[in-house]
């Protein structure tokens, strides 16, 4: 009865270390998406930002319509950036 016993546990341990790795597998998979995805996002925003902002710049010669752009883009940025953040954690 021993021995059985000890096989059953030893099995149910078994079952406990696969579960184990594969939720590390799993989450650690997860968390690198998740990380690149928001790189991603980060490096087009910022692709983003510099062409309106040098669009802006070449097209408009008046300073106030700059000033405004730029502070738009930049509230858009920070917007999109906390959302991301916000969805992914």
Do not use: A, E, H, N
Request: hydrophobic share 80%.
């Amino acid at each position: 009865m021993r021995k059985y016993r000890r096989r059953c546990s030893s099995s149910s341990d078994t079952i406990v270390v696969v579960v184990v790795v594969v939720v590390v597998v799993v989450v650690v998979v997860v968390v690198v998406v998740v990380v690149v995805v928001v790189v991603v996002v980060v490096v087009l925003v910022v692709i983003l930002v510099v062409v309106v902002v040098v669009v802006v710049v070449v097209v408009s010669s008046d300073t106030m319509v700059v000033v405004v752009v730029v502070v738009v883009v930049v509230v858009v940025v920070v917007v999109v950036v906390v959302v991301v953040v916000v969805v992914v954690v």
